[in-house]
């Protein structure tokens, strides 16, 4: 199952290099994964329970330069690799051209930034 | 005519104080009137003639904070003031709630950063 | 009484067009108020009492562009307009080059997002 | 030999999870190659050969979040792994504190994004 996120590339995505700034696709990621999640679902958690997502690993290759006006597709798989670790399989598209290729893996921590178990409703939408 | 664009808050745009960063609004500001004009065309105007858009002035006042998980809506109207000077009024909503006010002027400038009236195009679309 | 932030321009503050995109400015601004009014007694001033600084209004107007490698000055002064309202002349430069002409007005907000007076050690600066 | 680059945390740094939003580390350890590699050397080789440096890879550990107001070291060193490539092991500390481990490669490219070698006068600052 992938899932697919549009963003359209502007001017505050660029550099004066005229492609977009390599630390941007780590927003783009971010992204789709809350839409993946559900936006809804993780302000609840973190208004309810204070648990939050962090960032535990990041990996990116980048093959070509997405430029102003493009649509790049963020496509996204996910798996649980533990009760506490899910790993996003996340690629950037210009159609066909894959542009950045990442791996991001995420933790849960609660309000005292303690690692605790991915919460069951996270778990049940990604297993 | 009042222009309309929908964005999500998402955790790039809010800072520690729980609230979006108040420079962000611009960004969101300058994603609307993006779209406003067309991004094809404003591709288009830079590839072909070296022509973009510039901010010459800006305003805002801030009424209230944005939040993760917001959708906050960026409505826009937009007057000619010169055929040299385009005044945006744009404005952020989170439901009926104004969040921010704002006014931002754009002019236009060559390849050699000179001042060049407002393409036909864009007069056009504005008037 | 006149405060200055050198600014080191880096990829990530610039765009396509080759300058520093606009809502950065508001960024250097930022950074030159946490530098001018103590970047510990702000930390103390949240971690102890909640109380955290808002941007009220700002307004800027661009006269020129800063580039990939430039350093900037951030040029402060401040008044109190009230004690609820500090007012921030910001302006920047490019060695005697004037490229942006700001002024922020900041207020004061407790944890429950009210507002309140500026922090007695913020008006003794300010004075 | 190690080059050090200390970093503030400002308000835009962070996101409303409290720490910094995790891919302002790529921001961080960008400023810091660039010092590493000289500012003026790269603002030369932009503007006399259109030779730029654009990133291939990163990867990056996060451990511990950095709060506004902190210091952050960001430590730096960096081998030639080809004439074409430069590898650079780039960790954030707070003080003694581990906060990120990252790895980034660099390539050189042109102004018609041809990849070209790492120009001379990198290679034997990195020699």
């Not at 839409?35 to 980048?62: I, N, P, Q």
């Not at 496509?75 to 950045?100: E, H, I, K």
Request: aromatic fraction near 12%; glycine fraction near 8%; charge should be negative.
């Amino acid at each position: 199952m992938e899932h697919v996120l549009p963003v359209q590339v502007y001017y505050e995505d660029t550099d004066h290099s005229g492609v977009v700034y390599h630390a941007n696709y780590l927003k783009y990621f971010e992204r789709a994964r809350e839409h993946l999640l559900g936006v809804e679902e993780l302000v609840a958690l973190w208004e309810t329970d204070r648990v939050g997502f962090v960032v535990y690993k990041a990996s990116m290759t980048f093959k070509e330069g997405a430029r102003f006006g493009d649509q790049v597709d963020i496509r996204t798989t996910v798996r649980l690799a533990s009760p506490y670790r899910a790993v996003f399989v996340q690629r950037a598209f210009r159609g066909d051209a894959l542009l950045v290729d990442g791996e991001i893996e995420l933790a849960c921590v609660d309000g005292d930034n303690k690692l605790v178990k991915l919460p069951g409703i996270v778990r049940e939408r990604l297993a």
